[in-house]
């Protein structure tokens, strides 16, 4: 996986406020210091079309906010590659990957060029350690978000035995995925 | 198991509590109250707002959610020894997630959801930590809902 990060870009629009601004939900219990140490932890990566993040399959640990830009998401089921959605501007994807570390659901590739904020195990290890509280907000903050999702998932799964085509499929599979719009 | 005198010991066996200090699990030791419950117990309905989480130290659990019209109750995952469950509604106040009934006699420690909010509103080290451990056992959950529904998808499709 190759990444084009330059720590030295100009983050003008990087700010805590911005942070905060772009990713509402997952931040809105944070402070504006704890803002900011969560800003530091993030480190920034460009990326271009066609790049592809991780495959359905590969080791991953890493969180992805997405600042700029739009990503693809597909799933490789039995024979088949199932695109699922995309992820765009205040979106994040990786959750799991960051919490526990393991292999990857779906291949991400990026289609728009994209600014994004990523956070790995060992940056989130070492967030808990040295600020405990903000580790733990995020964590919460994920936490809530996972949750959202079993409860999204569970919704869609009510009248259903099993995904009848892959329309439904992706229907179903997008909320486990974080892809907030579930409309078909 | 002599629940009262070995609830520590099982805290420090748990991988999942590796990074916990024995403070911290002290205070867990505490806090949860260790009980045995009979086969068929039903822990947490979903149905209702539950009051607490529970820590499986003995025996297996069934998560099961109810399918309105098409077939009854569907299995969720089973769940054993150093599992955790009713997070869902712990983290986001609402009613529970997924009914949990035991499969078998149970050995299960429950913290209060208030005793939790009231840690992490303290800004306790221990919250913390607690709190990275719901998130795994959220991912755990998650991982296996879209396992269990890519497999089904998957059945459907001819080679």
């Given at each position: 996986?190759?990444?084009?990060?330059?720590?030295?870009?100009?983050?003008?629009?990087?700010?805590?406020?911005?942070?905060?601004?772009?990713?509402?939900?997952?931040?809105?219990?944070?402070?504006?210091?704890?803002?900011?140490?969560?800003?530091?932890?993030?480190?920034?990566?460009?990326?271009?079309?066609?790049?592809?993040?991780?495959?359905?399959?590969?080791?991953?640990?890493?969180?992805?906010?997405?600042?700029?830009?739009?990503?693809?998401?597909?799933?490789?089921?039995?024979?088949?590659?199932?695109?699922?959605?995309?992820?765009?501007?205040?979106?994040?994807?990786?959750?799991?990957?960051?919490?526990?570390?393991?292999?990857?659901?779906?291949?991400?590739?990026?289609?728009?060029?994209?600014?994004?904020?990523?956070?790995?195990?060992?940056?989130?290890?070492?967030?808990?350690?040295?600020?405990?509280?903000?580790?733990?907000?995020?964590?919460?903050?994920?936490?809530?978000?996972?949750a959202?999702?079993l409860r999204?998932?569970?919704?869609?799964?009510?009248?259903?035995?099993?995904?009848?085509?892959?329309?439904?499929?992706?229907?179903?599979?997008?909320?486990?995925?974080?892809?907030?719009?579930?409309?078909? | 198991?002599?629940?009262?005198?070995?609830?520590?010991?099982?805290?420090?066996?748990?991988?999942?509590?590796?990074?916990?200090?024995?403070?911290?699990?002290?205070?867990?030791?505490?806090?949860?109250?260790?009980?045995?419950?009979?086969?068929?117990?039903?822990?947490?309905?979903?149905?209702?707002?539950?009051?607490?989480?529970?820590?499986?130290?003995?025996?297996?659990?069934?998560?099961?959610?109810?399918?309105?019209?098409?077939?009854?109750?569907?299995?969720?995952?089973?769940?054993?020894?150093?599992?955790?469950?009713g997070l869902v509604a712990l983290i986001d106040?609402r009613?529970e997630w997924a009914?949990?009934?035991?499969?078998?006699?149970?050995?299960?420690?429950?913290?209060?959801?208030?005793?939790?909010?009231?840690?992490?509103?303290?800004?306790?080290?221990?919250?913390?930590?607690?709190?990275?451990?719901?998130?795994?056992?959220l991912?755990?959950d998650?991982?296996?809902?879209?396992?269990?529904?890519?497999?089904?998808?998957?059945?459907?499709?001819?080679?």
């Amino acid at each position: 996986m190759q990444h084009r990060t330059d720590r030295e870009v100009p983050t003008a629009n990087l700010t805590a406020d911005g942070l905060q601004r772009r990713f509402a939900v997952l931040l809105e219990r944070f402070t504006r210091r704890e803002l900011q140490i969560l800003l530091d932890a993030l480190e920034r990566s460009d990326a271009d079309p066609g790049q592809e993040l991780h495959r359905g399959g590969d080791p991953i640990d890493t969180l992805y906010l997405i600042w700029e830009g739009r990503l693809a998401l597909a799933m490789p089921v039995g024979n088949e590659i199932i695109a699922l959605g995309t992820l765009g501007p205040g979106e994040f994807i990786g959750t799991a990957a960051v919490i526990d570390p393991g292999p990857a659901m779906v291949t991400l590739t990026v289609i728009e060029p994209s600014i994004l904020l990523r956070l790995d195990r060992a940056g989130l290890q070492a967030l808990r350690k040295a600020q405990p509280r903000v580790g733990g907000q995020l964590l919460r903050a994920l936490s809530l978000d996972l949750a959202e999702r079993l409860r999204l998932y569970e919704e869609g799964m009510a009248e259903r035995t099993q995904p009848a085509d892959v329309g439904e499929f992706i229907r179903l599979c997008r909320p486990l995925l974080g892809i907030k719009d579930i409309s078909p | 198991m002599n629940a009262a005198l070995e609830f520590a010991d099982f805290l420090q066996s748990v991988p999942a509590f590796a990074e916990f200090t024995p403070a911290e699990l002290a205070v867990l030791d505490r806090a949860m109250a260790v009980d045995h419950y009979p086969d068929d117990h039903q822990f947490i309905s979903e149905e209702t707002r539950g009051t607490a989480i529970f820590l499986i130290v003995e025996g297996k659990v069934i998560a099961t959610h109810r399918r309105a019209k098409l077939r009854g109750v569907d299995v969720i995952e089973y769940l054993g020894p150093g599992d955790l469950f009713g997070l869902v509604a712990l983290i986001d106040h609402r009613r529970e997630w997924a009914t949990y009934r035991a499969m078998g006699p149970v050995v299960a420690a429950s913290l209060p959801y208030n005793v939790f909010d009231l840690l992490f509103t303290a800004n306790a080290p221990i919250a913390y930590h607690f709190q990275g451990l719901i998130a795994a056992q959220l991912v755990h959950d998650l991982r296996a809902c879209t396992q269990t529904l890519a497999k089904a998808f998957a059945q459907r499709i001819p080679d």
